[in-house]
């Protein structure tokens, strides 16, 4: 038994469900980034090209977005709980697989079935936490979102230092070894018994026509656009200043925002989840952190970067943690499905809009602009709609 900060005691039940959850985030990230420290053992054996390579990161995130609808479908016909299995079982074999194949068309093949697979769980995580936590949702959610963060440094840092060892400096055997554990989870899960399927009949799709769905995904979209655009053009922003030095450190620290943004919010949680003013301050300060980083030079630059993503991370988990609390069972995992597709699928066209401008202007700090841009826009929009009470059927009049 064990007392957490605005819940009563937990039960043994509780806390090995909170356990699971938090295994299951680990794997919404850890198949995506583990590719990333070996991209070049990977380009080398498969001849890959240098936006083949990239790709590798980059078509997950879009399979995600675009299987979210999928993912909504499987939901109402077997429940989370067997979708949150068959996800991770599908996104372990086939991330395992991309070791195996001979050719680069087979790799994008097994990628993209992978990225199936973490959309499944991804979008029945919020559904699951629901039924099994009704009571205790917004801890729930926050418990998987920081396995998700802590996944994020795993599967980065983790990798080359430590699994590659284990697999004997062999690539190929390094996504299977970080594909056991998934499949493990996935069979825990099933063994649990936990159904967690929502009575009554269940929508199969996206509840498009809720405002809930267009205006929380854009706020998703403007946070993960964030993130992805310094992960992304860090390298190439402090080498036009002179400061590539200072590439190594900057980005480990930065990627542990994520991870300090999802402890922060285990103590925030009762405070903050189901509001709308702190989804728009983060916003905001990610936005003015990002332009600092673009635009100011030296280790202000720098602080403004760690204030950027630390926001943006905050953002990015009180959206996903919404589902559950401010609407109802049988429809949590159209919400969240509705917001994955349209969120991570802006996302994903926002740094690249960045870098073209950047191409066309010149300079490099222009490729934060279009993001920045987009999130203070909708900053306005949602202040002249008077928030989700006004632009989305709200529930319970929280958010």
Known sequence: MMVVKGYSAWSARQISILCLLWATG???RIPVLAVSPL????AEDLKLSTTGTG????????????????????????????TIAVGLLLSAVLSASRGWTSSAVLLFAATIGMGIGIAMFQTALPSAVRGWLPAQAAMGSAV???????????????TLPVVVPLAGQDWRMALALWAIPAAVIALLILLTGEKAKPGGPTPVAPDWPDGRTWELGLWLAGSI????????????TLSARGDAAWLGVLIVAYNATALLASLAMLWWKAAWIGRRRPVVMTGIVAAAGMIGFGFVPGPVGYLCALVAGFAASLQLILIMSLPPVVTAESNVARLTGGITFVGYLVAFALPLLGGLLSDAVGGVAMVFLPTAVFILTLTGVSRKCGGYAECASDVGGKV
């Open 225 to 236: 656009a964030v993130f992805f655009s310094i992960n992304a053009y860090m390298d190439v």
């Open 39 to 42: 991209a070049g053992r990977i």
């Open 144 to 158: 998987y979102l920081n396995g998700m963060m802590v996944g994020e440094l795993l599967g980065a840092g983790a």
């Open 26 to 28: 680990l794997f919404l």
């Open 55 to 82: 790709a590798l990161t980059i078509v997950p995130v879009v399979v995600l977005a675009l299987a979210a609808p999928l993912a909504v479908w499987a939901i109402a016909r077997i429940g989370p709980a067997r």
